[in-house]
């Protein structure tokens, strides 16, 4: 978890901050149980929550566009508990005024918040997970998401441990060979507890077999060459810079690395642990869409995914139908 003392602490009320809505008035002697929660005996173990809703948050004040996402997330999942992460100065703005009261706060180092490099690392971090361990899932909406459905449970009933909108071949945007892999994390619905299983691997990260003989050293001297990668697989066999905690290491010493942390879970984490459960593309399409939305769509029988990803950047045009442009008078 978080440490308290970097917890944004009072709202204007005196309540905590970095405790959701309603578990706040669960605290207060109500009798209402947050979704998804099972009732548990006095004296017992605290069940897990089923989910909360993660919205990193990089500036204020948001953008139309980013406006209309938060209208989306209000207006569907509203009855979630529902988390900012931000630096904590940002989110000390938060607190010290009433818009988003009706989000918990979770502050992390403003490092995290500074690049989409900084961002990506933060998703690849123990800390993160640890934070939302009260729940068994959580639900990434980053402020270019869209929802439109509010059966956020019956995604989470699927018991997978990650599932974001499917990427196509080689990332790119053309969907002729269909969808390749799952997948993008701007709207992605992860198991903590799984995500932690892969952070603290203890597995190799790469097969030596194939890691040894890549080196360009010695490519004129075949002897030398020979027993080089034979000394390289030796050491990578033993776990020598080939564990994910020397990999998150060298992600951390050197910001510059180009890194995208949904690459890393649907490329990297079964090999870190086998049973990690990944949606196929051909499911994520029900979930999400990102990319070529025309096609996905179509490919989803012509029905709307639970949400999307980048509306405003991949086909708007498509989108336009289906926003929230403003408010609706009975909310």
Same mark, same amino acid.
């Given at each position: ?84 992460? !931000?630096?904590?100065? $940002?989110? &000390?703005?938060? #607190?010290?005024? *009433? ?5 918990? +706060?979770?502050?992390? @180092? ?74 993008? !994390?701007?709207?992605? $619905?992860? &198991?903590?507890? #799984?995500?932690? *299983? ?5 597995? +190799?990260?790469?097969? @030596? ?123």
């Amino acid at each position: 978890m978080v440490p308290r003392s970097n917890v944004v602490e009072a709202s204007a009320t005196g309540e905590d901050r970095d405790v959701p809505p309603r578990v706040r008035e669960d605290r207060r002697g109500g009798q209402s149980m947050a979704k998804g929660e099972s009732p548990v005996a006095p004296g017992s173990a605290q069940p897990k929550r089923l989910v909360a809703i993660v919205t990193p948050l990089h500036r204020l004040p948001l953008a139309e566009d980013e406006q209309v996402s938060m209208r989306h997330l209000r207006e569907y999942l509203g009855q979630f508990d529902r988390f900012l992460v !931000g630096p904590e100065g $940002l989110l &000390r703005s938060v #607190s010290e005024g *009433g818009e988003y009261s009706d989000f918990a +706060l979770r502050p992390f @180092p403003e490092r995290f918040f500074e690049s989409v490099q900084g961002y990506s690392r933060l998703l690849v971090t123990q800390e993160f997970y640890r934070a939302f361990a009260a729940y068994e899932y959580i639900l990434i909406y980053q402020l270019d998401c869209l929802v439109f459905s509010k059966d956020l449970e019956e995604w989470c009933h699927q018991e997978w441990d990650y599932v974001g909108a499917p990427l196509f071949k080689d990332y790119g945007d053309d969907p002729a060979a269909g969808p390749w892999v799952v997948g993008n !994390g701007g709207l992605s $619905l992860r &198991r903590v507890a #799984s995500a932690l *299983g892969v952070l603290t691997s203890v597995r +190799l990260l790469d097969d @030596p077999k194939e890691r040894g003989p890549k080196t360009e050293r010695f490519r004129s001297a075949p002897l030398l060459r020979r027993v080089l990668v034979a000394l390289r697989t030796f050491l990578f066999q033993r776990g020598f810079h080939n564990t994910v905690g020397w990999y998150l290491g060298e992600l951390e010493k050197h910001p510059d690395i180009y890194f995208q942390e949904d690459l890393f879970w649907a490329f990297r984490a079964r090999r870190l642990a086998p049973e990690f459960n990944i949606a196929s593309p051909e499911q994520a399409l029900g979930f999400s869409f990102e990319m070529a939305p025309r096609y996905c769509y179509q490919a989803n029988a012509s029905r709307l995914p639970f949400g999307c990803h980048a509306w405003a950047k991949y086909d708007r045009e498509f989108w336009e139908p289906y926003l929230l442009k403003r408010v609706r008078p009975d909310k």
